[in-house]
């Protein structure tokens, strides 16, 4: 019995939006498959690799049949017969056959899925759960998570301009006790929100629909919703944005709706630098758009040593914008999410190369997504230090934390939380 890979079969399957998404499914000559299900961005950069979608009008034009016959009839054939546990050589025929920079040609969702069934595959073959087969037998911390209280921008009709309104916890001392502590904020700040006027439900990744009239407004019920959970804001629970900026401009200004204003870089960054004085806050993720580096330097180099500077549409998971990064210092970590450059081993490389320098790393999920709990084991093996999943509410949101609470209750007494640690080491230092 070999982890021979004998078929790679495509289908569609829905995601957590309702739309049309890629599923992967690789059999080994063992009889042994593996799974995984593309999950798709809302608020994307530029830089990524792309999805294929079909176009016209079916489904909103969301449709995935090119990805999945993609899957049965080129990357099936290409990759056939070669070692599951190759995974960097799996990855490397994958990129060749697409041959494009970016994905275009056969899609990120369908290399994507592929990509992270192989690993599947390889990890069901040697046995184990995929975190361990990850760790390749080194220790591995439980990831500190943050979690999403309130979503807005893209994910929200815009109705704030801050994307995710998260919390930390790095003090819980276990994930189990930081997901207790997230659920007395979140229904706190459900209440709060209900005392202000009716409740609107949920955005995309399941945080509380924004009903303010501004950004600080948010901050505000944020701060007090961690008190009134019965919990210490800057003590044991912290604020972390993403801002998300590269939905609101680039270099030459943002417009922030509720303000009613544009803002060039210089004031957007030192609007950033006073939000981190006046709110417990402890990380931010894309302060600036995706290509004004100076702007994200400038945050960096105001409240770095104290405050997670974090590149998302910045660095879109890719090792060379990574680099880049850490030359202009830009940030002090780096989100990573496999779809963003489209397998199982780039999304590893950027990883690293952020690890080498220093830097925090986040495992990410993305708005649109399934019961895949991937992540969650990616977090975990990689010992990456956090985990980004979206809210507390809807099952493919919760998948990944149940996933994380089984992963905890598996490793016994052998598991460590990341808390502090999880952070670039001045960061480290200052909670300490
Ligand atoms: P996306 O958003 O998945 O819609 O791109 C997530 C993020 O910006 O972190
Ligand atoms: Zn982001």
Redesign the pocket.
């Known amino acids: 019995m070999t982890a021979r890979i004998t078929s790679v079969a495509g289908r569609q399957l829905w995601d957590s939006r309702g739309r049309p998404t890629v599923e992967a499914e690789v059999t080994l000559e063992s009889g042994v498959v593996g799974r995984a299900i593309a ?7 530029a830089h990524e690799a792309v999805d294929l979608r079909d176009g016209g009008d079916a489904f909103g034009g969301y449709g995935v049949g090119r990805a999945v016959s993609a899957i049965g009839v080129e990357i099936s054939p290409a990759i056939m017969g070669m070692d599951a546990r190759e995974q960097g050589a799996v990855d490397a025929a994958l990129c060749k056959l697409d041959g494009t920079t970016n994905k275009a040609r056969l899609g990120a969702n369908a290399v994507v899925a592929v990509s992270m069934a192989v690993l599947h595959a390889a990890a069901a073959d040697a046995r184990m759960p995929l975190w361990r087969y990850l760790a390749e037998g080194r220790s591995v911390r439980i990831p500190l998570p943050e979690i999403q209280i309130f979503g807005g ?3 929200a009709g815009r109705r704030t301009d801050v ?2 309104f998260m919390i930390m916890c790095p003090r819980a001392g276990s994930f189990r006790r930081a997901l207790e502590i997230t659920d007395d904020v979140y229904r706190a700040a459900g209440r709060l929100m209900e005392e202000k006027g009716p409740l609107t439900g949920v955005a ?2 399941g945080g509380w629909w924004p009903n303010f009239s501004s950004n600080e407004d948010a901050l505000d019920t944020l701060t007090r919703a961690i008190e009134a959970g019965g919990h210490r804001a800057g003590e044991d629970v912290f604020i972390s944005l ?1 801002i ?1 900026a590269n939905e609101l401009g680039d270099s030459s200004g943002y417009n922030l709706a509720l303000d009613d204003r544009r803002m060039s870089g210089e004031e957007m960054g030192a609007r950033i630098i006073e939000w981190t004085k006046n709110y417990p806050i402890l990380s931010v ?2 302060p600036a758009g995706q290509d004004d580096w100076a702007t994200m330097a400038a945050v960096t180099a105001a409240v770095g040593d104290h405050v997670q500077i974090i590149g ?2 910045v660095l879109v998971t890719n090792a060379k914008r990574v680099e880049d990064a850490h030359a202009a210092d830009a940030c002090n970590a780096a ?1 990573i ?1 496999v779809n963003q450059v489209g397998t199982v081993t780039e999304a590893k490389a950027a990883l690293d190369a952020a690890v080498v320098h220093g830097w925090g790393a986040i495992v ?5 997504e399934s019961e895949d709990v991937t992540i969650a084991h990616l977090a975990t093996g990689w010992d990456a230090g956090q985990l ?1 999943v979206g809210s507390f509410t809807r099952s493919e949101r919760m998948a990944k934390w149940n996933e994380m609470l089984r992963i905890e209750e598996a490793m016994g007494s052998d598991a460590v939380f990341a808390g502090t640690s999880a952070f670039a080491a001045p960061i480290a230092q200052a909670l300490a």
């Open positions: 999950p798709a961005g809302a608020s994307r950069g921008g893209a994910h994307q995710d995309d990744e993403d998300a993720e894309d998302d549409d989100l999410k990410s999920a993305r708005s649109g980004k």
